[in-house]
């Protein structure tokens, strides 16, 4: 019974076009983020959203843009995709922003052609 | 430059050995996060551990802030432990900082 939904598990898109992660958790925590993995390379922080507010972006590019309808909703929209934003992108939560234990979900990973 | 740094890269142990893994990061932290990776991608929490030691079945985090240090100790390791562990640091505003990871291949 999965806590944190992702979707899709697996995106295949053209450069240029627009896609949207879906992200969804069911542990009732205040606090989500998006974290992305390419290849090659360690995890790395995208943003955080706390009470559906955002806390941190060090997402350098205005075209990832996360989107919170609720608050155990955080997805990501991505516009003008280019083959280097290939990656999987994870979604985490946490009861609070601060010092607290973060839980992950299985990945959405993006190839973009 | 990487703040999070982990070794060794890669480990291949015979089944039931033991195992340490070693963190270390640049950045000041309250706080260090040991995530398995499953093949496949998946990221488990392992351990939450702010300071000193703590213990969840057959793995042991030790982690000393001041020093900049953590450790994952795994005992009588299986097959099934085969993966990828990271380390992570966490900021203030709940930020992790990962490591790239040691990959553990457990042989029978």
Redesign the interface.
């Known amino acids: 019974d999965p806590k944190i939904i992702q979707k899709p598990k697996y995106l295949v898109a053209v450069t240029g076009s627009e896609k949207i992660l879906i992200c969804e958790q069911y542990l009732g925590h205040n606090a989500m983020y998006w974290y992305r993995q390419s290849a090659k390379k360690p995890l790395e922080f995208m943003f955080s959203y706390s009470y559906q507010k955002l806390m941190d972006n060090q997402t350098a590019s205005s075209r990832f843009q996360p989107q919170s309808s609720k608050k155990n909703h955080l997805d990501l929209q991505i516009t003008a995709l280019k083959p280097d934003d290939s990656a999987t992108y994870f979604c985490a939560s946490s009861q609070g922003q601060y010092y607290a234990e973060q839980f992950f979900g299985p990945g959405t990973r993006l190839t973009v052609l | 430059e ?1 703040q ?1 740094q982990q070794s060794p890269a890669s480990l291949v142990l015979q089944e039931a050995e033991n195992a340490e893994l070693q963190c270390s990061f640049s950045i000041f932290t ?2 260090v ?1 040991w ?1 398995y990776q499953r093949p496949g ?5 392992l351990l ?1 551990n ?1 300071s000193g030691t703590k213990q969840s079945g057959r793995l042991t985090s030790t982690t000393v802030i001041k020093e900049r240090r953590s450790s994952l100790h795994i005992s009588s390791s299986q097959i099934t432990d085969s993966g990828t562990y ?1 380390c ?1 640091t ?1 900021s ?10 040691t990959k553990l291949t457990v042989e029978p």
């Not at chain 2, 991608?41 to 929490?45: A, Y």
């Not at chain 2, 203030?92 to 990871?101: E, H, P």
């Open positions: 990487q999070v309250n706080q996060q995530f991608g998946r990221l488990v929490s939450y702010p990271l992570a966490m203030n505003y709940n930020v992790l900082y990962f490591g790239s990871g």
